[in-house]
């Protein structure tokens, strides 16, 4: 089954990813970007979880990965984290991007603040990667907590050089597999009439040069 290709138009249809070339969105990094992407929007629709969850599973497969604990991210990560940790009936923990400063002071939840994940294989979950700082940040966590997290699953990918960059100067490399990629978006969106060609145009010059794209086109990057 193509659930790369479902998830694009499931991902447009609900709104989930919305382009819009002609009138950026402003990222919180300040930059003017034609796309916006918020997968919680998938968390209304159980048909939709469903899928993303058949489709982490079939990329796990795919790639002969086994594991032993099934990871999220705090917070866009742990509702695709549980229901794909619930299909495989496996152990789940989350990460949050910083410890609690309060109480046993937790940055993995789940697991005995004062224990470890034990060595056991760790499949991380990720909601979005962009830039990837982030995510390398809990692939981090979970190693210094004694789990070994080599794989990281999303559901969208912009794919970004930057993202690659940080991913691959983890030591070891962290290896990033994704549902969906930006260039399968465009390509789904034109066929649904999404996007005219013009503006599919200005998406591919993005992919091109992200942080550059805004400037050019007359949407400079606001300072905060």
Request: net charge neutral.
């Amino acid at each position: 089954m193509d659930y790369e290709k479902q998830i694009a138009r499931a991902g447009l249809y609900i709104k989930a990813i919305k382009l819009r070339p002609d009138n950026p969105f402003t990222w919180a990094s300040g930059f003017r970007m034609p796309i916006y992407n918020d997968n919680r929007m998938f968390l209304f629709f159980p048909e939709y979880r469903e899928l993303l969850a058949k489709g982490f599973e079939q990329i796990l497969q795919s790639e002969k990965i086994i594991c032993d604990v099934i990871a999220g991210t705090s917070t866009a990560g742990i509702s695709p984290a549980t229901t794909l940790a619930d299909h495989l009936k496996k152990p789940m923990i989350y990460v949050r991007n910083k410890p609690k400063d309060h109480g046993l002071q937790n940055q993995i939840e789940g697991i005995d603040a004062e224990s470890d994940l034990q060595e056991k294989t760790v499949i991380l979950v990720e909601d979005l990667i962009s830039t990837g700082g982030s995510s390398a940040e809990a692939v981090k966590a979970i190693r210094y907590a004694n789990g070994k997290c080599n794989y990281c699953i999303s559901i969208f990918n912009y794919g970004l050089d930057k993202a690659d960059q940080i991913f691959n100067n983890l030591n070891p490399c962290c290896k990033v597999l994704s549902l969906l990629t930006y260039d399968t978006l465009l390509k789904v969106a034109k066929e649904i009439s999404y996007v005219n060609e013009q503006q599919s145009e200005m998406l591919t010059e993005w992919r091109a040069d992200p942080f550059n794209w805004g400037e050019k086109h007359g949407f400079p990057k606001i300072e905060k």
